[in-house]
Structure formats: C-alpha cells, structure tokens
C-alpha cells in the first residue's frame, strides 16, 4: 500500500531538481546578460504561450532561436565561455535550480501509484487512431483499457508493430510520451488506474493540492 | 582529383558516411562530418576523429534538420554536400537551397532540377511512358482521396482479370516512402480501404505526406537496376551495368544485389536475358539523356517471367548497392573502380573523362546485406547490442561497415537496422556463390537483444538464398 504522507516527506526534504539548458542544435551562441541566482521562468499561460525566460539566443542560417528556461527556478550556472562561438547540438548552455510544483509532485507519487505501462523496447510509440480521435475528444481518462486491447503502434528502425496493452483493466490516468519522441526501453508509457483504485488517486491528488506548498 | 581545394560536408551517418570519408581521402579531399548522440559509437565517428582533424566532427540535432547541416557547413567552410543515400539525398529542396543560398554549395548529386523531374515516382512514369519506355500499371499521380484509391484499385483488378492473371494483386505504396517502406498487398477489393488507410495513416506518420500509389503487383518477377553516371554536362551519360535485387524480405527490401543483372552463360532463362539487359540499359540510358541528368542514379527495373520489362522509378541518388556494380567494373580495363568517388569527382563538375567503350565488365559480384533482423518473424529488427564482429579478410571481399569490430555496439533504433555491406567478387556465378558461402562461414556476429536473448540475424536467410542467386 502506497505510503503517500511518507513520500511527500520524502519530497519535502529535497524539493528541487537541477536541470541543465542545453543547445537544442548547432549555432552561434549569446547570453543574455542574467548573472547565477537570478530567478527564471518557465513558459507560462493556458497554452504555455507565454515565453519562459531567456537566457540565451542560438543563431544558425540567420534564424534566431531563443533558449528559454524550461521551468520557474533559480539560475545557478551559466557557460559565459561559449559566448559568441558556435557551439554543438546537446552542449550545456546554463544550469537552473527548480522547486517542485504541485503538478510534478502528483507525476512522481501517481508514477508510484498506477499501474505503470512500460516500454518494452526503445522506440516511438502512438496510440492507435481510433484510440488518438477518442483522446483528443475526450481526454486520455475517457479511454478504458484492459489485458491484450491493442493500444499502440510501436516505431523504431522504420518499422512499424502493433503493442497489445498488458495488466489491469481501467481508465488511462496519465500519459508518459509524447508524438514522435523516443522512449527508452522500461520507461512508462501510461499509468493506469483501476476502477477499484480510484478513490486512492482522488486521495493522492487532494493531499498533494492542499500539502504541497510550492515555492518560486 | 584536378581541384582539390573542396571540402566535403558529409551529411549521413554509418556505413556511408564511412565510404563518402574514403572516397574523398583517395581523391585528396577534406571533408567534415556530422552526427547525433544516438550514433556517438559509429564507425563514422572515429573515422572522421581519427583521419579528420579536429574539426571533422559535428554533433547534430538531428540528421534531417537543414539548417543544422548548412550551418555546420559554414561553421566548418565546407564547400561541397554529400547526402549518401536518404535523409536529403532526394530532397530536391534541400539541393537547391544547398545551391541558392548566399553562400552555395556543391550538392553533390545531380541538380535539383533532376532530382525534382525524376525523383518523384509519378513524374518519372509519365516521363517514361512520353518515351516508350514501359512502366508498371497503375496511377500515375499520388492519390489523396479513398474513392479515387479505390477506382484505380478496383480498375486495376479488373484488368488482372482480363489479362488472366491468377491471383490478381493491388499493390499500396507511401508515395513519399522508397527503400520497401510503406508497400502492401491487397488480394481482394473488399479488404482495399483498411489497407489503403492504414497505408495511409503510416505515410502521414513516417513521412509527412498521406499519399498513395495504387498499382499492379507484379508476380514472379525479378527486380533489375541500371547503375547510371553522367557529368555536369549531362550529355554523355553512361552505365555500369545492371543489377540483380530480386532477394528481398517480406517487406520488399532488399538483402542480396548481383550483378550483372542476369546470368545466360551459366542459367538457363525462357526469355533472351542479355536482350532484357540490353534493353533495360537503353531505355535507362535513353532517359538520362531526355533529362540531362547530371550525376549517379539508378533505374530500378521488374522483369516479369516472359522477360517483359516495366520501369519502376528511379532512384536519383547513390545506392546502398553501388559496390557491386563496382566490384564487376573496369575502367580502360583497371579495377578499383569507386562509383562515390565517381561521384564526388563529377559532382564536383569535373568532367567524366572516358566513355561507354572504356568500361568493361568482368566476373560477378555479390553483395550480402548483413542486418540484426529475424527472417523467421516477417524481418523483425532484432535491437540490442553487438559483442563479437569480426570476418575473414579475403582478397575478393571487401567489407563495408559502420559498426566496431573490438568494442561492444548498441544498435540504435532510430535507423535502418542495416549492419554491413559485404561483397563478393567471383570469375563467375559458381565461384561467387562458393565464395560468398565461404564469407558467410566465417562471419560472426554475436550478441543479446533487448530482451537478453541471443540477437538475431539474417545470416542464415543469406546463406539459404547463395544458391539461388540470378535464377528467375
């Protein structure tokens, strides 16, 4: 039985996560003048149309693309001695220290709670179509799940093979991947949510609402 | 190589990018490579960190991104682009971007406008049938509507019927795909339109673009190219020779090339095969000069059982199997004939230098295509990691791979499975086929999937199809 008030402790007493801005591809790379303990934020708004902050600006065939920062946090690093040279794809760019929101907390602790539907190989994966129409209409908690339904169309090396889920019958609470991403080997793809279950993740969700205080 | 003051920018990974890197050493070349993080331990890697310097190497977003590849170019001064074979290899855009911008480029392959004419399947049908030169039934425009796809489908049927045929077949194909990829059969009418969606549904998903082509499936026939080298001038265009690619998967890719294309000396046909030949390598010929093309490309060819031919497309780049036609290939009668090399040097506008009468051909040649792959499970890429590669090196092999043969590879599963490229040179079809036996003998490739089990490969389906090699 899942022990929520002993994980949100567990939480409480490291409540941030280090993530590191990287070059999403190759260019010349400038820094915007923003010094480590300056406050950030990610991009915002019901669409996340609102810019996060930027902290750098990579230009490539006279396209400039600002880097912003992923999430709400704290800059803690930041690589001045790229300034103005042509960096490579994946090079860190700066560091930012994140506090927890209320929403990561519940991924990790519903990640602990529902039955977890997890890759069996490195691949992209999809929904099949008819399941995709139904989640784009209604929401993925709107599609009911159980042993041997085929789910997914698993892609990698070009090729393309249909996945039967396997486990529990219930409803798709929540979705780990997203289209055309890569998904490693034993990385959830859904969290799954028995119907029997769902007072405890109704529970899950209400204490991490009033519990979890989130810090800027 | 009379300029060598390029530099290369080579835009592929594995095993052709490790080709395109010695081709341009043999001709004097710089060249600049590029990779992502799922290819950090390919051969290509340390072959550019070991040969190139230290600015040979770029890490990329991703090898399908343009405007990383050009801006490696500039940060680089690459003067020149080789695409190898996919990625932008038939992007006509991409050719003519490389080309137009500020700063151009030599895009090593023929002209956009070639590639524009000629790349597209449908264009190249039309194209073809405006010459006389026969092509497979079907549409010949890329379908987007489902009641259309039908018509030509149920057409298509019908004209099997009358013709005889005894199991009419419809085949389904991504118009964007190429390479085997988004093809499949429908027997029956009825069964047409969840095909044709799913069809559908994966060239939306793979290839951005959800149309089809409906046309006839041809059966019992023999898959033949034509291997076609012309300069700038694209006046004089020449060929080296036909190609046998009728061993294939189930997903119609293909697993053994030979050439020549057929072998009448040594088989029996019930067609006159050197006539086919000929006439494959006339209308291919015949082509290239109405469009002037301008560089390498293949005419990819179906021979039916009573020797008819129909031109399938053409292929307006490099081909994984350019070694083959090689390997059987003199020039003024000197071996070592490189058709990368051939191409870089005539992309790089130097004039070809010789003529159909300077080249010859001589013995038979057999390339294996050596891939993590189950036969058995309808080619299922076999992903995992490879712990023992190694062959026996043979004056008539030559072994063409990106994968290390003293460290552990991890397969990455965002590309082709395809391992290596082993050819085999015989003075004719029984030696050949000893030989590539004897290859295949020796070879070992051993290592654990996935899942933990032994890793799969297709070297017994190899094995299996040496004796048939060339017999229709």
Same mark, same amino acid.
Request: glycine content about 8%; overall charge negative.
């Given at each position: 039985?899942?022990?929520?008030?002993?994980?949100?402790?567990?939480?409480?007493?490291s409540?941030?996560?280090?993530? @590191?801005?990287?070059?999403?591809?190759?260019?010349?790379?400038?820094?915007?003048?923003?010094?480590?303990?300056?406050?950030?934020?990610?991009? =915002?708004?019901?669409?996340?149309?609102k810019?996060?902050?930027?902290?750098?600006?990579?230009?490539?065939?006279?396209?400039?693309?600002?880097?912003?920062?992923?999430?709400?946090?704290e800059? @803690?690093?930041?690589?001045?001695?790229?300034?103005?040279?042509?960096?490579?794809?994946?090079?860190?760019?700066?560091?930012?220290?994140?506090?927890? =929101?209320?929403?990561?907390? *519940?991924?990790?602790?519903?990640?602990?709670?529902?039955? *977890?539907?997890?890759?069996?190989?490195?691949?992209?994966?999809y929904?099949?179509?008819?399941?995709?129409?139904?989640?784009?209409?209604?929401?993925?908690?709107?599609?009911?799940?159980?042993?041997?339904l085929?789910?997914?169309?698993?892609?990698?090396?070009?090729?393309?093979?249909?996945l039967?889920?396997?486990?529990?019958?219930?409803?798709?609470?929540?979705?780990?991947?997203?289209?055309?991403?890569?998904?490693d080997?034993?990385?959830? *793809?859904?969290?799954?949510?028995?119907?029997?279950?769902?007072?405890?993740?109704?529970?899950?969700?209400?204490?991490?609402?009033?519990e979890?205080?989130?810090?800027? | 190589?009379?300029?060598s003051?390029?530099?290369?920018?080579?835009?592929?990974?594995? #095993?052709?990018?490790?080709?395109? &890197?010695?081709?341009?050493?043999?001709?004097?070349?710089?060249?600049?490579?590029?990779?992502?993080? #799922?290819?950090?331990q390919?051969?290509?890697?340390?072959?550019?960190?070991?040969?190139?310097?230290?600015?040979?190497?770029?890490?990329?977003?991703?090898?399908?991104?343009?405007?990383?590849?050009?801006?490696?170019?500039?940060?680089?001064q690459?003067?020149?682009?080789?695409?190898?074979?996919?990625?932008f290899?038939?992007?006509?855009?991409?050719?003519?971007?490389?080309?137009?911008?500020?700063?151009?480029?030599?895009?090593?392959?023929?002209?956009?406008? &070639?590639?524009?004419?000629l790349?597209?399947?449908?264009?190249?049908?039309?194209?073809?049938r405006?010459?006389?030169?026969?092509?497979v039934?079907?549409?010949?425009?890329?379908?987007?509507?489902?009641? #259309?796809?039908e018509e030509v489908?149920?057409?298509?049927?019908?004209?099997?019927?009358?013709?005889?045929?005894?199991?009419?077949?419809?085949?389904?194909?991504?118009?964007?795909?190429?390479?085997?990829?988004?093809?499949?059969?429908?027997?029956?009418?009825?069964?047409?339109?969840?095909?044709?969606?799913?069809?559908?549904?994966?060239?939306?998903?793979?290839?951005?673009?959800?149309?089809?082509?409906?046309?006839?499936?041809?059966?019992?026939?023999?898959?033949?190219?034509?291997?076609?080298v012309s300069?700038?001038?694209?006046?004089?265009? &020449?060929h080296?020779?036909?190609?046998?690619?009728?061993?294939?998967?189930?997903?119609?890719q293909?697993? &053994?090339?030979?050439?020549?294309?057929?072998?009448?000396?040594?088989l029996?046909?019930?067609?006159?095969?050197?006539?086919?030949?000929?006439?494959?390598?006339?209308?291919?010929?015949?082509?290239?000069?109405?469009?002037?093309?301008?560089?390498?490309?293949?005419?990819?060819?179906?021979?039916?059982?009573?020797?008819?031919?129909?031109?399938m497309?053409?292929?307006?780049?490099?081909?994984?199997?350019?070694?083959?036609?090689?390997?059987?290939?003199?020039?003024?009668?000197k071996?070592?004939?490189?058709?990368?090399?051939?191409?870089?040097?005539?992309?790089?506008?130097?004039?070809?230098?010789?003529?159909?009468?300077d080249?010859?051909?001589?013995?038979?040649?057999?390339?294996?295509?050596?891939i993590?792959?189950?036969?058995?499970?309808?080619?299922?890429?076999?992903?995992?990691?490879?712990?023992?590669?190694?062959?026996?090196e043979?004056?008539?092999?030559?072994?063409?791979?990106h994968?290390?043969?003293d460290a552990?590879?991890?397969?990455?599963?965002?590309?082709?499975?395809?391992?290596?490229l082993?050819?085999?040179?015989?003075?004719?079809?029984?030696?050949?086929?000893?030989?590539?036996?004897?290859?295949?003998?020796?070879?070992?490739?051993?290592?654990?999937?996935?899942?933990?089990a032994?890793?799969?490969?297709?070297?017994?389906?190899?094995?299996?199809?040496?004796?048939?090699?060339?017999?229709?």
């Amino acid at each position: 039985m899942l022990n929520i008030g002993k994980v949100l402790e567990e939480l409480k007493e490291s409540p941030y996560e280090e993530i @590191v801005i990287r070059a999403p591809h190759c260019g010349v790379v400038r820094f915007e003048p923003l010094e480590p303990g300056a406050r950030v934020s990610g991009a =915002s708004g019901q669409w996340k149309e609102k810019p996060g902050t930027c902290i750098a600006v990579i230009e490539r065939e006279r396209n400039k693309r600002p880097i912003e920062s992923v999430d709400k946090g704290e800059l @803690v690093a930041v690589n001045r001695n790229l300034e103005g040279t042509f960096v490579e794809a994946q090079t860190p760019l700066a560091t930012i220290r994140h506090f927890l =929101s209320k929403d990561e907390v *519940l991924k990790i602790i519903l990640q602990k709670a529902l039955y *977890l539907f997890c890759a069996p190989e490195r691949a992209k994966y999809y929904f099949i179509p008819e399941v995709e129409k139904n989640i784009q209409a209604s929401g993925s908690k709107s599609v009911k799940v159980h042993d041997g339904l085929e789910l997914f169309i698993m892609s990698r090396m070009k090729r393309e093979a249909p996945l039967a889920y396997s486990g529990p019958g219930g409803v798709i609470y929540a979705k780990y991947f997203e289209r055309n991403e890569n998904i490693d080997a034993g990385k959830p *793809l859904i969290g799954v949510c028995p119907e029997s279950q769902l007072p405890l993740i109704e529970d899950v969700v209400l204490r991490v609402q009033t519990e979890w205080e989130e810090r800027e | 190589m009379q300029n060598s003051s390029h530099k290369v920018l080579v835009a592929n990974r594995g #095993e052709i990018a490790i080709r395109i &890197v010695q081709a341009c050493r043999m001709l004097g070349l710089d060249f600049v490579c590029v990779y992502t993080a #799922e290819d950090e331990q390919s051969g290509h890697v340390r072959l550019a960190k070991e040969t190139g310097g230290e600015k040979s190497l770029y890490r990329v977003s991703s090898y399908h991104d343009a405007n990383e590849i050009l801006a490696v170019a500039d940060a680089a001064q690459a003067t020149a682009i080789h695409p190898g074979y996919g990625f932008f290899a038939e992007d006509f855009r991409f050719a003519r971007r490389v080309t137009q911008r500020e700063r151009g480029l030599i895009f090593i392959g023929p002209s956009w406008r &070639v590639i524009r004419e000629l790349g597209d399947k449908i264009n190249t049908k039309r194209l073809a049938r405006s010459l006389g030169v026969p092509t497979v039934p079907g549409s010949d425009k890329p379908i987007y509507d489902e009641m #259309e796809a039908e018509e030509v489908a149920r057409s298509l049927f019908e004209f099997q019927k009358q013709c005889g045929t005894e199991q009419p077949t419809v085949l389904i194909k991504a118009s964007a795909g190429g390479g085997g990829m988004g093809i499949e059969e429908v027997y029956d009418i009825d069964l047409f339109r969840s095909v044709y969606r799913r069809i559908r549904n994966y060239a939306l998903r793979q290839f951005k673009d959800e149309g089809v082509l409906i046309e006839q499936r041809i059966r019992d026939f023999n898959h033949l190219e034509v291997q076609i080298v012309s300069d700038r001038s694209g006046q004089n265009p &020449v060929h080296f020779g036909t190609r046998n690619c009728s061993i294939q998967s189930t997903g119609l890719q293909k697993r &053994v090339e030979v050439a020549p294309g057929f072998d009448p000396s040594s088989l029996p046909y019930s067609f006159d095969a050197a006539q086919v030949l000929t006439d494959i390598t006339e209308h291919s010929l015949a082509l290239a000069r109405e469009v002037r093309y301008d560089n390498v490309g293949t005419w990819e060819w179906i021979v039916a059982r009573n020797g008819r031919p129909f031109l399938m497309e053409v292929n307006t780049r490099i081909q994984v199997e350019n070694g083959v036609s090689a390997a059987i290939a003199r020039i003024r009668g000197k071996r070592g004939v490189n058709l990368i090399a051939e191409q870089i040097r005539i992309g790089l506008g130097e004039p070809l230098g010789y003529t159909q009468e300077d080249i010859t051909f001589e013995g038979l040649g057999i390339e294996y295509r050596i891939i993590a792959e189950d036969p058995t499970n309808r080619f299922t890429p076999s992903s995992g990691r490879i712990e023992r590669f190694s062959w026996k090196e043979e004056p008539w092999l030559s072994m063409h791979t990106h994968v290390p043969t003293d460290a552990a590879y991890d397969i990455p599963t965002e590309f082709d499975p395809n391992l290596a490229l082993g050819i085999v040179w015989g003075e004719n079809l029984s030696q050949a086929q000893e030989r590539g036996m004897d290859f295949l003998d020796h070879l070992t490739l051993d290592g654990v999937d996935s899942a933990g089990a032994p890793l799969k490969t297709n070297v017994g389906f190899l094995r299996e199809k040496t004796a048939r090699i060339l017999q229709f």
